[in-house]
C-alpha cells in the first residue's frame, strides 16, 4: 500500500509529523481524523510526483460550484445553529460529526481546533483561504465585532444561496441551445463520415457530371472521411490550447472584452456581474464593513476580466476620495439609472439599499434576457442545424433526380 508524509496537529500547542499507509489520500486523512489529529498538510511519500494538500482541504478537485455549495451548507447550517442558541464551538462540533466528505471533516476540525485554542470564527476562516474568501471573513469578523454574528451568517447563506441560482441561470439558460448545437454537428459529422462516402461511390459508378452543391458537400465528406483523425487531433490540440491560453490574463482579458460586445450575450452577462456586485457589495455594507474594504473583497468575485479591472479601477478611486458613483461613472459598466440608483443612496446615507435594489433589478432584467435566449436560440441553432442537413440532402439528391429524367 502507497505511504502518506502527514503533519497534523496533536493539540493546539503540538504539532507532529510522520508517514502513514493508506490506499490513498482519503483513506489516509480519515485515519488521521480517527486519531484525533488534525490533518495540515497529506501528501504521497514518492517524490517523483508530489501532492501536497495544505490544510488537508484540496478544492481544485471540486468544481467552482460544488464548492459555493458546500460553503452554502456550512454558513447555512452555522446561522441556524447558532440561531437555535448552540455555543459556537458546539456548532462547529455538530457539523463535523454531520458532515461526510473526509476534507470537508478535515477543515472543520481545524477550525474547531482554532477555537478551541481561544481563536474567533473569522480568524478559523481566514485560516482557509481555498475555503472561505475574503467576502466570508471580512463579513463573519464584522458580525463578531458587532455581536450579530447569526444575522451576518444568515445574509452570507442568503448572499451564496443567490449567487448559487445565478449559476445556475445562467448554465440552464445556455444548455438548451448547446445541446441542440452539439446533437446537429454530431449529426452532420456521421452523415459526411459514414452515410455520404457511399453514395460517393454510385456516383463513380455511373460516372455522372456532378452539380456544384453536390461537389462541395462530396469534398467535405472526403476530407472527413479520410483526414477526420487528423481533425480530431486539431480539436485536441486546440481544446489544450486554450485550456493554457485562458490562465494568461491578456488572453482572457481579450477573450472577456470580446465577450461583452456579443450583440446579446454580452448584455446578459454584464447584467449577471452588475447583479453579483451589486448584491454582494450591499450585503457587506449592510453588515457594517467599510466601503474601501467591501470593495476589496468584492471586486476579485467579479468573473469577466474586463469588467474586473473596471471595477478595480473605481475602487482605486473611491480609496482617494471619489463617490462610489462617480467612480463607477468612469468606468463605462453600469447604465446612467443604475448610477442615478446608487448616487441617491450615497446621499441619503442608505447606499446599501441602493445597491440591493439595482442587484434586485438586474437579476430581474437577466431573468428577462435568460428566457429570451431559451426562447430564441434554441430554435435558432436548430433551423441553423436543419439548414445543413437539408443542404447535404438535397445535394446528394440532386444527381439521382438527375439520372432518373436521363433514364426516362
Not at 502507497?2 to 493539540?11: G, I, L, S
Not at 478537485?61 to 456550512?74: A, D, H, I
Not at 463520415?193 to 456544384?212: G, K, S, Y
Amino acid at each position: 500500500m502507497p505511504k502518506f508524509v502527514y503533519r497534523a496537529k496533536k493539540n493546539p500547542q503540538e504539532i507532529i509529523s510522520g508517514v502513514i499507509t493508506a490506499g490513498n489520500y482519503d483513506e489516509a486523512v480519515g485515519k488521521l481524523l480517527h486519531s484525533g489529529y488534525t490533518p495540515l498538510e497529506v501528501f504521497a511519500e514518492r517524490r517523483v510526483s508530489v501532492s501536497r494538500v495544505s490544510p488537508a482541504f484540496d478544492f481544485s478537485r471540486f468544481s467552482q460550484g460544488n464548492s459555493l455549495t458546500v460553503v452554502y451548507s456550512f454558513v447555512r447550517q452555522m446561522a441556524d445553529l447558532l440561531e437555535a442558541g448552540v455555543p459556537l464551538l458546539r456548532a462547529l462540533e455538530v457539523l463535523w460529526r454531520q458532515t461526510e466528505q473526509l476534507r470537508v471533516k478535515a477543515i472543520i476540525q481545524a477550525m474547531i481546533t482554532s477555537v478551541r485554542a481561544g481563536g474567533s470564527l473569522s480568524q478559523a476562516m481566514a485560516e482557509h483561504p481555498t475555503f472561505f474568501s475574503p467576502l466570508y471573513v471580512n463579513m463573519t469578523r464584522t458580525g463578531e465585532s458587532s455581536g450579530n454574528l447569526t444575522m451576518v451568517l444568515e445574509r452570507l447563506a442568503l448572499l451564496t444561496e443567490k449567487e448559487i441560482n445565478i449559476r445556475s441561470h445562467v448554465f440552464s439558460s445556455l444548455m438548451y441551445p448547446a445541446v441542440v448545437l452539439g446533437v446537429g454537428i454530431l449529426t452532420m459529422l456521421v452523415l459526411l463520415t459514414f452515410v455520404l462516402p457511399r453514395l460517393t461511390d454510385m456516383f463513380d459508378d455511373f460516372d455522372a457530371v456532378l452539380p456544384l452543391p453536390t461537389k462541395i458537400v462530396i469534398a467535405m465528406s472526403d476530407i472527413f472521411s479520410h483526414f477526420g483523425w487528423v481533425l480530431i487531433v486539431a480539436g485536441i490540440a486546440v481544446f489544450f490550447y486554450l485550456k493554457n491560453a485562458f490562465k494568461d490574463e491578456g488572453f482572457r482579458l481579450k477573450w472577456d472584452e470580446a465577450v461583452l460586445k456579443l450583440p446579446l450575450l454580452g448584455n446578459f452577462f454584464r447584467q449577471v456581474e452588475v447583479a453579483r456586485f451589486a448584491r454582494t457589495l450591499g450585503t457587506l455594507l449592510e453588515g457594517g464593513v467599510a466601503i474601501t474594504q467591501a470593495l476589496e473583497s468584492v471586486c476579485p468575485l467579479v468573473g469577466n476580466v474586463s469588467l474586473r479591472q473596471n471595477m478595480m479601477k473605481a475602487s482605486l478611486q473611491v480609496r482617494e476620495g471619489t463617490s462610489l458613483a462617480e467612480a463607477l461613472k468612469s468606468s463605462q459598466i453600469f447604465s446612467e439609472g443604475a448610477l442615478s440608483i446608487i448616487s441617491v443612496g450615497e446621499e441619503s446615507g442608505q447606499l446599501h439599499k441602493g445597491l440591493l435594489k439595482l442587484a434586485h433589478m438586474s437579476e430581474q432584467k437577466s431573468d428577462e434576457m435568460a428566457r429570451a435566449f431559451v426562447t430564441l436560440l434554441g430554435p435558432l441553432a436548430l433551423v441553423v442545424i436543419v439548414a445543413f442537413v437539408g443542404f447535404m440532402v438535397i445535394a446528394m439528391l440532386l444527381p439521382i433526380f438527375r439520372m432518373n429524367l436521363i433514364i426516362n
